[in-house]
């Protein structure tokens, strides 16, 4: 298959104004005859959908939440980048996308990343004219923090919960267009399966959670905004609900996937403390503003972190990264902490954390001062351990996060499935082989509320005067039965496991080989691994209760399904990426002082795999990165 | 730890329910209280009995998923803190724990510890936000809103709607969850086009849903985001303004 990006021709920064000029464009009174279905409604469904229906399309949207303010887009803290540059510190659009192409390790599209920050400020009007409560100075304006990755503060922010309230504000935006009539939402209706007729997707087929009843929606075009997959690793700051049913049907059913295995560790969340644990929560990575990162010099040391000595501490990110110190992006601190504890110089309990302190910041800047900044966040750190971080260090550790890989899709945002679209943390567009702070917001925003919008008319314009095809059609019921099949199998299997333990194994084999390190040894066992537990899993997994009602064990087990194929991939993409890019670390691919080492020459290239069939290899097929604008340097944050 | 569990088991939503009782021994304290449930659940379902329906998600607090009443009080007995961020040190060795879900008729029941909350979702319909179509916004800086404005409008908008203000009301009102969202848009410049005509339509439409206001304040007790009833004085005083205002002459005062 050969891949087109559809990259458009001319300077960088006139890319996407000559792109908008030259698609087709639906006139407004045409648009109400065309149907989008939207599956999620987070950052990039909501605000996709609202916007969609703002300029009079007729919108579906599905979400297997409750209410469609429930997305993991809340729990996002930190912040919001934007080149607005309103600090006078040498912000430019051009340095937005270039601080984003470096910290994605030169892995992503130029255009895309550009078109990003192009349309980053906008983002920041939209929100405070929707009433989002960013942080201000005294005199009214907008305040910034800075982030890893970037030497200017352009980090829009609400207290800790950044996300939150830019979610609320989409969430909002969709109200009205519930209200008005131009979306139609469902809600507790989980979309289970694409449908694609004559080559092109022409729907889906979703299931009623309270009911369990099977049904098709069809539309002119289907936008998946469904997120991305860090669950397969089980413990992840992702929610439970979390998954990639959809992106994966989508996959199954044509849509090229990228770069699986591109996948972040975020350096500062609490270190597991338990077996039985259920997920491992974020702590914003805005700490590392004022906290700083230490471990005691000496192994065994057991003395409680405010018995030891200046000197006896080792700030290891400020003594081997002197230039961004606590800053380095993510990839890099996280696989410094690693690097620490599998030495052996881990702190807590189970001596798997790096401390991360306070205490100086507290005594430059007054203890108020910190909790106007961070109290909320602080809180949170005490409740789950217990430990109170004004006085104490916080523990922290790395753990799975977000997802850089997923659905390839060209510069319209498509993938290989015409009219099927993907958006937000589902796609693989802007962040390479790393995702900086504060830019997934970013993302899902622009694409749901300033690209998708454009570009979707490209598609649409085509297919004035059709009808969306029938429900009733072949194409459909034939999907309806294979979903309907699934849930049947799963339920039939009657076996002696259950679900959470299947997910928790799956979980430790691709966080052991395809985490923070990884090895063509290990991914090759976790390849013979997988698919074993996988088999195990549909011979022995235990769902109770029935298909007809509410049933929380058939979603889940229906999703831990899919995460088996799709762990698989990310550990084929791994393997066959034999250099060290972002997130992803190959021990055998490191310069002399153990830095991550990457290979221009050879990989410089987005992997995107086709489904082949059950038990067949999947296909790859590479698409080119040209790099006209930036020249490619070894990431340096020393 | 070994406990006891009574948990409100409903099938559906024109079922009856009642309680039943299960034994949860060996819970380890620094578990979550949804993890304690998981670890019932596991246990249920290798027994062959189905697992306790209850909702969650982020596990952080901020989705606003979940929330049952444990012992009578919404989200149990940790101020200002969400059900899955309690965690089982807050409980006793022997201790008996009733977990029901939220009551009120504005929440029908759906499953077990499941309920419907959507009502929720009708009153911001009705007005709970601001109108401004994609695009068409001034540059953010436009408009300076005071610090302490956009302080107290942040006070409001951190509501997760969970709905644990309306279970803890003697009368099942929802006046702190609609008060939140009016004071979050209300107080910012941003949201005075839209003021009145907002507070009237998302009042009416709780109103349809839900009980009335007799100040308990048993709301803000319950909230896991601690947000004051002073913003149900803002929703009332508004309120109160939005009858007596003549909407044309709107931009005169």
Known sequence: ?638 | MDLTLRVWRQHGPNQPGAFEEYAAPDIRSHVSFLEMLDIVNDRLSLEDREPIAFEHDCREGICGMCGVMINGQPHGPQQGTATCQLHMRKFRDGDVITIEPWRATGFPVLRDLVVDRSALDRIIEAGGYITVDTGSAPDANLVPVPQEAAEASMDAAACIGCGACVAACPNSAAQLFTAAKLAHLNLLPQGQPERFMRTEAMVDTMESFFGSCTNHAECEEACPKQISIDFIALLNRDYIKAKWRNGRLAGQR
């Open chain 1, 1 to 638: 298959m050969q891949l087109d990006a559809k990259i458009p021709e001319g300077p960088l920064a006139e890319k996407w104004d000559a792109h908008r000029f030259s698609i087709p464009l639906v006139a407004p009174s045409n648009r109400r005859k065309f149907e989008v279905i939207v599956v999620g409604t987070g950052l990039a469904g909501a605000g996709a959908a609202a916007t969609m229906g703002e300029l009079g399309y007729r919108v579906k949207t599905f979400t297997y939440h409750d209410s469609n303010r429930r997305a993991h887009s809340i729990a996002a803290q930190g912040g919001i980048n934007a080149s607005k540059n309103y600090r006078n510190d040498g912000d430019s659009d051009y340095r937005l996308f270039y601080d984003t192409i470096k910290g994605g390790d030169y892995r992503s599209r130029e255009a895309n990343t550009y078109r990003l920050a192009q349309v980053s400020g906008e983002i920041i009007d939209q929100a405070t004219a929707q009433g989002v409560p960013f942080g201000r100075e005294y005199g009214g304006l907008l305040g910034n923090r800075s982030f890893g990755g970037a030497q200017v503060s352009r980090t829009f922010y609400a207290r800790g919960q950044t996300g939150q309230q830019l979610l609320l504000g989409a969430y909002q935006a969709l109200a009205r267009q519930i209200k008005a009539g131009s979306v139609k939402a469902y809600n507790r209706c989980e979309m289970l399966d694409i449908v694609v007729d004559d080559g092109r997707a022409v729907g889906v087929v979703v299931r009623d959670m309270l009911t369990g009843e099977i049904s098709s929606h069809s539309a002119h075009a289907v936008v998946l905004a469904t997120g991305g997959y860090s669950n397969a690793y089980f413990l992840s700051t992702n929610a439970k609900a979390s998954n990639a049913t959809a992106i994966w049907r989508a996959h199954r059913k044509g849509a090229l996937f990228a770069n699986p295995c591109f996948t972040q560790i975020h350096p500062t969340c609490i270190p597991q403390a338990d077996e039985f644990q259920s997920k491992l929560t974020l702590m914003s990575e805005s700490l590392r503003n004022d906290g700083r990162i230490w471990i005691p010099s000496e192994i065994g040391e057991t003395r409680p972190a405010g018995d030891i000595p200046d000197d006896q501490r080792d700030y290891y990110l400020e003594r081997r990264y002197p230039a961004f110190g606590n800053l380095v992006p993510r990839d890099v601190a996280s696989r410094a902490a690693k690097k620490e504890v599998d030495a052996d110089k881990g702190v807590g309990p189970m001596r798997n954390g790096v401390y991360l302190d306070f205490a100086d910041a507290i005594g430059r800047l007054g203890r108020d001062t910190i909790e106007a900044r961070y109290g909320n966040l602080f809180e949170m750190y005490e409740r789950i351990t217990d430990e109170d971080p004004y006085e104490v260090p916080m523990r922290i550790y790395p753990a799975p996060h977000y997802t850089m890989g997923g659905l390839w899709v060209d510069y319209d945002l498509m993938t290989t499935i015409p009219g099927l679209y993907s958006i937000g943390e589902a796609n693989f567009s802007d962040h390479g082989a790393n995702r900086l702070g504060a830019s997934a917001l970013m993302q899902g925003l622009a694409d749901g509320y300033f690209i998708l919008p454009n570009t979707i008319a490209a598609y649409l314009s085509q297919y004035l005067g059709t009808d969306p095809i029938s429900t009733s059609e072949l194409a459909f019921t034939r999907v309806e039965a294979d979903v309907a099949g699934r849930t049947e199998r799963l339920l039939g299997v009657n076996g002696s496991r259950t679900v959470d333990w299947f997910h928790r194994e799956l979980g430790k084999i691709v966080w052991e080989h395809c985490g923070m390190a990884r090895s063509a040894e290990g991914l090759t066992k976790a390849l013979a691994e997988i698919p074993a537990l996988k088999e195990e899993f549909f011979a022995d997994v235990r769902i109770v209760g029935d298909g007809d009602s509410l049933n929380q064990t058939l979603e889940k087990a229906g999703r831990v399904a899919d995460y088996f194929d799709l762990a698989e991939l990310m550990c084929r993409d791994a393997l066959h990426r034999e250099e060290s890019s972002g997130g992803h670390f190959r021990v055998e691919h490191v310069t002399e002082d153990g830095e991550a080492k990457r290979n221009d020459e050879d990989f410089r290239f987005v992997s995107a795999w086709g489904f082949e069939g059950d038990g067949s290899e999947p296909s790859l097929t590479k698409e080119n990165l040209e790099f006209e604008n930036v020249e490619l340097k070894t990431r340096s944050y020393k």
